[in-house]
Antibody
C-alpha cells in the first residue's frame, strides 16, 4: 500500500525557516515525480512545487520561487521542502503527493496524497 | 482569483445528477493540457477522482465522470449519495503559471 507521511510542520516566526519531510513507502520512490500542495485555513488548494523522479528537474509556484527548495533523497525514500523567508501568507497545511502520469510533466496528476502537516507563520 | 473558475457551491437531492464546471482559457484547458479532479471530504486530505479529463482511478465509482469542451471541463456525479458531500477541485497546467487549481466547489446533498 502506498503511504506518504509528512512531518516537520509547526509554528515559526515571520522571516524564519522550516524543513518539511515526507516519508514514502509502498512504491519505487525514485521512479515517480513528487509534489507539495498547500491549503491555507478555510481556503482552496495551491500547488507549491514538483520534483521529477528521472532527472530531479524542479518546478515552483511564483509565490514561493526563490524562498522554497524541493529536494529528494531516493536512498531514504524521502521528499523535502526547505522553506525560508517565511511569511504569514505561507500559513497552511502542506500536503505531499505522489505524481501520476507517464507523459509530459504538464499533464501529471496528484495521484496519492499524504495527510498533511500544518505550518503556522506568526510572531 | 483562481486561473480556473468553479462555482462556489452546488447542491442536489439524493439520487439526482449534478455537474460542476471548471472554466479556463487558451493558456490552460484550451491549450489541451489535461484536467484532473479531486474530492476533499470534510477534515481529510484530497483524493484523486478523475485524471486526464475522464479516467477514473481504481476504486472510484462510475457515478463520477469527467468531460471537456473548448476551454472548459466538467465533473458529473449521478445517483447522488450523502457521502458525496465534499469539496471538489479541478486542476490543470497553465503555460504562464504552472500547475493550477480551481477555487473549489462545495457540494451539498440536500
Amino acid at each position: 500500500e502506498v503511504q506518504l507521511l509528512e512531518s516537520g510542520g509547526g509554528l515559526v516566526q515571520p522571516g524564519g525557516s522550516l524543513r518539511l519531510s515526507c516519508a514514502a513507502s509502498g512504491f519505487t520512490f525514485s521512479s515517480y515525480g513528487m509534489s507539495w500542495v498547500r491549503q491555507a485555513p478555510g481556503k482552496g488548494l495551491e500547488w507549491v512545487s514538483t520534483i521529477s523522479g528521472r532527472d530531479d528537474s524542479t518546478w515552483y509556484a511564483d509565490s514561493v520561487k526563490g524562498r522554497f527548495t524541493i529536494s529528494r533523497d531516493n536512498s531514504k525514500n524521502t521528499l523535502y521542502l526547505q522553506m525560508s523567508s517565511l511569511r504569514a501568507e505561507d500559513t497552511a497545511v502542506y500536503y505531499c503527493a505522489k505524481d501520476g502520469g507517464s507523459g509530459s510533466y504538464y499533464n501529471w496528476y496528484l495521484h496519492i496524497w499524504g495527510r498533511g502537516t500544518p505550518v503556522t507563520v506568526s510572531s | 482569483q483562481s486561473v480556473l473558475t468553479q462555482p462556489p457551491s452546488v447542491s442536489g437531492a439524493p439520487g439526482q445528477r449534478v455537474t460542476i464546471s471548471c472554466t479556463g482559457s487558451n493558456s490552460n484547458i484550451g491549450a489541451d493540457y489535461d484536467v484532473h479532479w479531486y474530492q476533499q471530504l470534510p477534515g481529510t486530505a484530497p483524493k484523486l477522482l478523475i485524471y486526464g479529463y475522464s479516467n477514473r482511478p481504481s476504486g472510484v465509482p462510475d457515478r463520477f465522470s469527467g468531460s471537456k469542451s473548448g476551454t472548459s471541463a466538467s465533473l458529473a456525479i449521478t445517483g447522488l449519495q450523502a457521502e458525496d458531500e465534499a469539496d471538489y477541485y479541478c486542476q490543470s497546467y497553465d503555460s504562464l503559471r504552472g500547475r493550477v487549481f480551481g477555487g473549489g466547489t462545495k457540494l451539498t446533498v440536500l
